[in-house]
């Protein structure tokens, strides 16, 4: 069974940094393309990030671009996301998504449960 | 990077059909065959309904049906049940590995 557990979440000050982490199982982790999806409060979804299997391929919303790092350990089937220069606008649950293949045009099929990012002072 | 254009809401009575439209451009919507849809419903994380514009992943009722025409996807779903009562996204591949999301769809039965 997939399993994504995404965590590092909780409440930061504007301008600080947090990292996310998501634990992958049930699958071999670096076989597939992975992603960061986000979504405020009560508002739609936002795609974020993603990246290849062997981190080749790397993509960003122009929203986090420069400010948001995805990048992944395969020997230890994680995912992250390094979050500098947060804002209010980047309070979200932020949820960790399996691609369906290895590259990062290919549908995202599995999601975890997400956690929350709260931007605030 | 514009969000892709879905309907706010939508509705039918049970057993009828309802359809989402989710417009985009030739750089997203148009220009790949790699739209999928997402059901949400409250406080879950999204599942996979469609990808790749109409094919259905396991376990996926054939009342979901996925469709394009140029730069405008459809998700079709008739025999509607009151379990099919969640928010509805698109979502399309736009070149240079990102992705885009529709503004999603509430679907009322």
């Known amino acids: 069974e997939v399993q994504l557990v995404e965590s590092g979440g909780g409440l930061v000050q504007p301008g600080r940094s947090l990292r996310l982490s998501c634990a992958a199982s049930g699958f071999t982790f670096d076989d597939y393309a992975m992603h960061w999806v986000r979504q405020p409060p009560g508002k739609g979804l936002e795609w974020v990030s993603g990246i290849s299997w062997n981190s080749g391929n790397i993509g960003y919303a122009d929203s986090v671009k420069g400010r948001f790092t995805i990048s992944r350990d395969n020997a230890k089937n994680s995912l992250y996301l390094q979050m500098n220069s947060l804002n209010a606008e980047d309070t979200a649950f932020y949820y960790c998504a399996k691609g369906s293949t290895t590259m990062v045009r290919h549908h995202f099929d599995y999601w975890g449960q997400g956690i929350l990012v709260t931007v605030s002072s | ?109």
Request: aromatic share 12%; proline share 6%; net charge neutral.
């Open chain 2, 1 to 109: 990077q514009s969000a892709l254009t879905q309907p706010p809401s939508a509705s039918g009575s049970p057993g009828q059909s309802v359809t989402i439209s989710c417009t985009g451009t030739s750089s997203d919507v148009g220009g790949y065959n790699y739209v999928s849809w997402f059901q949400q419903h409250p406080g879950k994380a999204p599942k996979l309904m469609i990808y790749e514009v109409t094919k259905r992943p396991s376990g996926v009722p054939d009342r979901f049906f996925g469709s394009k025409s140029g730069n405008t996807a459809s998700l079709t779903v008739s025999g509607l049940q009151a379990e099919d009562e969640a928010d509805y996204y698109c979502t399309s591949y736009a070149g240079s590995h990102t992705y885009v999301f529709g503004t999603g769809t509430n679907v009322t039965v």
